[in-house]
């Protein structure tokens, strides 16, 4: 499906999707995901997720602020995720600054997610390769990353989506680079956490490498029309999530390069 047909689908559907994330970035995901189209819910309890996952269209899973409670949450749903068959996408966010972080983000990996979101020196610490990044920041570029991004998509089946000032995304076979945005959406908090949660909007809608290419392009237009209009970075998430409402299915394919 090309972008502007999944824009259209996610509109019309309205899936509901399940976003376990982070305190930080819980309003900022669920704004995102509302405003691109589609229904957030963030629903994370483990007594809830054997009745409430099924019925999603998508799960996604972010681990920024991770606690034993929330990892036991995010295994359950992962593994109730893949038994129905419903897309889920993974975000191991700063994966590599303690054992327990890392043990976390490989049991997640093990469970196959349909797409895989982070920045470069996260990916490359996910495929067991050096990197320079700095808490939640990556140090490394994108392009040095694109070689893991590949294995790790072949390894386990992904879709692996690498963030940055151009976006690098692979099934292991295909791949596409995007380009766009601002230099203030890293300084807006959440905003790489709630582009996970859209990308589980447009994985419910439509197959995983092409929701994860509408989701990437769509970031990167609404950041560029917002950017147009923004003071600084509080104005400019009250213009983004504007501009993500705004974004035309046509508009899309202004990101990819």
């Known amino acids: ?31 995102v995901v509302l405003a691109a189209g589609a229904s957030p819910a963030m629903v994370h309890a483990s007594e809830e997720i054997a009745d409430f996952t099924p019925i999603c269209g998508a799960l996604t899973i972010n681990i920024g602020t991770l606690s034993a409670p929330w990892l036991a949450s995010m295994t359950a749903a992962a593994t109730c995720a893949r038994t129905n068959n419903i897309p889920w996408v993974l975000d191991p966010v700063a994966h590599f600054i303690s054992d327990y972080r890392k043990s976390a983000a490989q049991a997640l990996l093990a469970e196959r997610p349909t797409i895989l979101r982070g920045n470069a020196s996260e990916i490359l610490a996910l495929a067991g390769e050096a ?7 990556s140090g490394d570029s994108v392009d040095a990353a694109q070689g893991a991004a590949k294995a ?10 690498i963030t940055g000032p151009v976006d690098y995304l692979t099934d292991g076979d295909r791949e596409a680079h995007l380009s766009g945005g601002s230099p203030l959406m ?10 996970t949660a859209l990308m589980g909007a447009y994985a419910a809608s439509g197959p995983a490498f092409d929701a994860a290419l509408a989701a990437l392009a ?3 237009v609404a950041g560029t029309a917002a950017a147009k209009l923004a003071n600084g970075p509080g104005s400019f998430q009250m213009h983004f999530l504007d501009a993500l ?3 035309q299915p046509g508009d899309l394919v202004q990101a990819i390069t």
């Open 1 to 31: 499906m090309t972008p502007q047909d999944l824009l259209i689908a996610l509109r019309a559907q309205n899936p509901l999707v399940q976003c376990i994330t982070n305190y930080v970035a819980m309003n900022v995901a669920a704004n």
């Open 152 to 161: 790790l998509a072949a390894q386990f089946g992904t879709v692996v989506a």
């Open 186 to 195: 890293p300084q807006v908090t959440a905003l790489g956490c709630s582009q």
């Open 131 to 137: 990197g320079a990044g700095k808490g939640v920041d």
């Open 245 to 247: 409402a705004a974004t």
């Open 218 to 220: 769509h970031f990167k």
